[in-house]
Nanobody, 128 residues
Framework: QVQLVESGGGLVQAGGSLRLSCSASGRTFTWYAMGWFRQAPGKERLFVAAISRSGITTYYADSDSAKGRFTISRDNAKNMLYLQMNNLKPADTAVYFC???????????????????WGQGTQVTVSS
């Protein structure tokens, strides 16, 4: 199985930026499609962005939550997944999780149930 560890969260003012990182270990990173999710207190875990095994294909939540402000990327040589977040808003405050789905395809995945492996999460707090 793959182990995932997120980092890069913190406190930032509205309009600021953060870059989240997810380090993967334990299995061949290129076996896995990857995704970012977030969960605010008392709310369900929501899809943010996904990327295929090769990194060629990306997909973002179809709302103001991610599209146009966030960028998902991966460095397969370093076993790293990233989420660049710009123009952050207080509504972006949540715990952010990276997740891995072992697949033989070049697809991306958006449902939490499609992912078998999760990190412990990193807190992002955006102040107004």
């Amino acid at each position: 199985q793959v182990q995932l560890v997120e980092s890069g969260g913190g406190l930032v003012q509205a309009g600021g930026s953060l870059r989240l990182s997810c380090s993967a270990s334990g299995r061949t990173f290129t076996w896995y499609a990857m995704g970012w999710f977030r969960q605010a207190p008392g709310k369900e875990r929501l899809f943010v962005a996904a990327i295929s095994r090769s990194g060629i294909t990306t997909y973002y939540a179809d709302s103001d939550s991610a599209k146009g402000r966030f960028t998902i990327s991966r460095d397969n040589a370093k076993n790293m997944l990233y989420l660049q977040m710009n123009n952050l808003k207080p509504a972006d405050t949540a715990v952010y999780f990276c997740a891995a789905n072992r697949t033989n395809t070049g697809d991306y995945y958006v449902a939490p149930s499609e992912y078998s492996y999760w990190g412990q999460g990193t807190q992002v707090t955006v102040s107004s």
